[in-house]
């Protein structure tokens, strides 16, 4: 199984500052990692895909890279409404055995 | 606008088996190009991968849970549903529906609302 690492567990970031969190993958996925936003109560939200592919309707403060075994997640200056949990999570396996983190909080500073 | 919606019963009971539906709306499973898959989250917890199943019925489950999951599609009703059998308390968590997108499906665009079962006598 692949095991996807997140860090830190939790970000302490102040509105319109930028926030980093990072992903590492126990062995290589290339490009096929997918980043999520939860909230509170609801669903996971797809952000990024292929890495670095924003989905549809998120906005372009929400950036991907990396490829390999590491990844970044950037939300350039932080909104009110960015503060949620964020997962990572892997697809490069096949047959699938898709795996997640287990999620970086980014909360109020 | 794609919408999933879970349902079924919120308590199972250990050992006996745990069944939901999901109800797509929106859209077709039967138009293909997407895979629809089930997604666990247990409480205060990150998130789990189930399995999916594509229209024509194929399907993949997470090898950790394969010998207790089954998947399957009712094009006619536009639903999907789990099966898993033989739960324990480790079950307990909320059970999520989503649309698979991309070549695999492997990663998922919409999500049902989620609903929480718990396993309990």
């Known amino acids: 199984e692949i095991v996807m690492t997140q860090s830190p567990a939790t970000l302490s970031v102040s509105p319109g500052e930028r926030a980093t969190l990072s992903c590492r993958a126990s062995?290589?996925?290339?490009?096929?990692l997918a980043w999520y936003q939860q909230k509170p109560g609801q669903a996971p939200r797809l952000l990024i895909y292929g890495a670095s592919t924003r989905a549809t309707g998120i906005p372009a403060r929400f950036s991907g890279s990396g490829s390999g075994t590491e990844f970044t997640l950037t939300i350039s200056s932080l909104q009110s409404e960015d503060f949620a949990v964020y997962y990572c999570?892997?697809?490069?396996?096949?047959?699938?055995?898709?795996?997640f983190g287990q999620g970086t909080k980014v909360e109020i500073k | 606008q794609v919408q999933l919606q879970e349902s079924g019963p919120g308590l199972v009971k250990p050992s006996q088996t745990l069944s939901l539906t999901c109800t797509v709306s929106g859209g077709s499973i039967s138009s293909g190009g997407y895979y629809w898959s089930w997604i666990r989250q247990h409480p205060g917890k990150g998130l789990e991968w189930i399995g999916y199943i594509y229209y024509s019925g194929s399907t993949y489950y997470n090898p950790s849970l394969k010998s207790r999951v089954t998947i399957s599609v009712d094009t006619s009703k536009n639903q999907f549903s789990l099966k898993l059998s033989s739960v324990t308390a480790a079950d307990t968590a909320v059970y999520y529906c989503?649309?698979?997108?991309?070549?695999?499906?492997?990663?998922?665009?919409?999500w049902g609302q989620g609903t929480l079962v718990t396993v309990s006598s």
């Open positions: 999570q892997q697809y490069n396996n096949w047959p699938p055995s898709w795996t």
């Open positions: 989503a649309r698979g997108y991309g070549p695999t499906g492997a990663y998922f665009d919409y």
């Open positions: 062995q290589s996925v290339s490009s096929n």
